[in-house]
């Protein structure tokens, strides 16, 4: 081959070897759930909010995980609904591909907004290779919103990191199309260390590889909330459930506390 054939051929490809994924970020807020102290349940804080800026937040952790780099940021007014869209990429190791995550932090006095777009893309209306929701399971709380499929959209695989996902999102989502690839069965805290292990598993494996995503998040939940991985294991659903093979019952995890 000539190196000109050689390089065509390496630009054709190239861009297939970066999975996005869109992340869905609503900001802990104070109102609806104990978030913390001071500025962690401030629902249009990005510097100090739980979810956000905190230790464990998204940004916050994200920017110093290994291998993940800011590629953009871009901060909305103090008003707006979204208040900052930032996107990281995940250097990709021998045998992995790139993964960029494009995190989009949601005031939290407007979850509303982020649960109807987060649907919404869920549903099609993203071109994301992965779609996830990490924050309040706000469908405890309400009815589902009346969302539309874009008309010939492709629902996208999804992830939920969220308390209690399985019983409350896993519906909604399938009467869209959408079938899940991870869920969550108890209460849990949708922490920043669980996404680099999702980046991490999906530059090796795939966005859809339901499986080996449950078992790196157990790994890191385990690790972080300090319980054993038993006890990690009940807080994110078998996907084979649903299709009848029902996972025996283990010891509950402990409760989750939010952490600064």
């Known amino acids: 081959m000539s190196l000109t054939l050689g390089l065509m051929a390496l630009l054709a490809v190239s861009p297939a070897q970066v999975i996005e994924v869109e992340v869905f970020v609503p900001l802990c807020d104070g ?8 500025g962690a349940g401030d629902p249009r804080s ?24 800011v ?25 992995e591909r790139t993964v960029r995550l494009s995190l989009r932090a949601y005031a939290g006095d407007r979850i509303d907004d982020a649960l ?8 099609g209306g993203s071109s994301a290779d992965l779609v ?21 959209a492709k629902p996208r695989p999804v992830a939920i990191l969220a308390c209690e996902s399985e019983q409350y999102f896993g519906p909604v989502l399938r009467s869209l199309g959408v079938e899940p690839v991870l869920l969550t069965r108890t209460f849990m805290a ?35 909330q300090r319980i054993t991985p038993r006890a990690a294991g009940t807080v994110f659903s078998r996907l084979a459930r649903s299709q009848g093979v029902t996972p025996p019952r283990l010891e ?6 939010p952490r600064q």
């Open 31 to 38: 109102a609806q759930l104990a978030c913390g102290r001071g």
């Open 46 to 69: 990005l510097e100090a909010n739980l979810y956000w800026g905190a230790a464990y937040g998204a940004e916050r952790f994200l920017k110093r995980a290994p291998g993940f780099q």
């Open 71 to 95: 590629r953009s940021r871009r901060d909305g007014p103090p008003d707006a609904v979204v208040l900052r869209e930032l996107v990281l990429e995940r250097t990709a190791g021998r045998g």
């Open 116 to 123: 109807e777009d987060f649907l919404r893309a869920a549903a």
């Open 132 to 152: 996830v929701w990490a924050g309040h399971d706000r469908l405890m709380d309400r009815a589902p919103p009346e969302t539309r499929a874009p008309v010939g």
């Open 190 to 224: 949708p922490e920043a260390y669980l996404l680099e292990a999702l980046a991490a598993t999906v530059a090796r494996h795939g966005p859809t590889d339901s499986e080996s995503l449950r078992a790196a998040l157990v790994a890191a939940y385990a690790r972080y």
């Open 252 to 257: 509950p995890a402990p409760a989750v506390q």
